[in-house]
């Protein structure tokens, strides 16, 4: 894919009780991208409405981030896939610049750093989370990244063969991990984090928070693989 041939790129929106936040973040992806909106067994009409809007809706009965998230992958088409969530908190239009890095063999891997925008827009204890989480990424890495926010870009065969098997809270951490094992150039860029529409699934609770270390310390322990696997055309 060129540098100006971004066109064909598919957006996996983990999805679970979001019609609130579905219209402001279906209307912000970029023109000629695919929203794939992975219904992860709402009950508020969620895929329904995604489909309204134009999205393609694929269904996940198994309830997890990671479930989710793979679906999603597993569905995409095209050469280059991003990961985003579907809470408002992330704004989708901001994409292009992560998937450009990508696209033109600067980064193998682009992750969004999480920059709070107003009160209440990352808790306290989500953030704690996540400072603990990235220390114990570097010390099994080596890698010194800030954040491990859900907003990402890669290609979509080399994501395939990092063979991802966390289906919960871990599945991000997984991907990184697997990604630094072998030997991608992961970077991050700033991007803007918003108070989510609706509540939190996964780290809007100091218990929700501890249920997510605790999956990505489970995935830190994993040994590597023995058959590391390149991203290749990078």
């Given at each position: 894919m060129s540098a100006s041939n971004t066109a064909t790129v598919d957006v996996v929106l983990p999805c679970l009780d979001e019609a609130r936040a579905l219209p402001w973040v279906l209307e912000r992806i970029p023109p000629g991208w695919r929203a794939i909106v992975v219904d992860n067994g709402s009950g508020d009409g969620s895929g329904d409405l995604a489909r309204d809007l134009g999205?393609?809706?694929?269904?996940?009965?198994?309830?997890?981030?990671?479930?989710?998230?793979?679906?999603?992958?597993?569905?995409?088409?095209?050469?280059?896939?991003?990961?985003?969530?579907?809470?408002?908190?992330?704004?989708?239009?901001?994409?292009?610049?992560?998937?450009?890095?990508?696209?033109?063999?600067?980064?193998?891997?682009?992750l969004g750093r999480r920059r709070p925008q107003g009160h209440g827009a990352w808790p306290l204890h989500a953030r704690a989370g996540n400072?603990?989480?990235?220390?114990?990424?570097?010390?099994?890495?080596?890698?010194?990244?800030?954040?491990?926010?859900?907003?990402?870009?890669?290609?979509?065969?080399?994501?395939?063969?990092?063979?991802?098997?966390?289906?919960?809270?871990?599945?991000?951490?997984?991907?990184?991990?697997?990604?630094?094992?072998?030997?991608?150039?992961?970077?991050?860029?700033?991007v803007p984090y918003r108070p989510r529409t609706g509540k939190s699934k996964v780290t809007g609770t100091w218990r929700g928070t501890w249920h997510t270390v605790h999956d990505m310390r489970a995935v830190l322990a994993q040994p590597p693989l023995t058959k590391t696997r390149e991203a290749g055309g990078l």
């Open positions: 999205a393609t809706v694929v269904e996940e009965p198994r309830r997890g981030f990671g479930a989710a998230c793979h679906t999603g992958l597993m569905a995409a088409r095209s050469e280059i896939v991003c990961f985003c969530d579907c809470d408002a908190s992330l704004d989708p239009g901001l994409l292009p610049a992560l998937v450009r890095e990508v696209a033109e063999g600067r980064a193998d891997l682009m400072l603990v989480l990235a220390g114990m990424l570097r010390r099994r890495t080596g890698l010194r990244l800030r954040d491990l926010g859900p907003m990402r870009a890669a290609r979509r065969e080399a994501l395939l063969g990092l063979d991802l098997t966390d289906r919960r809270s871990g599945y991000p951490l997984q991907m990184v991990v697997r990604a630094a094992d072998a030997g991608w150039r992961i970077r991050e860029t700033d």
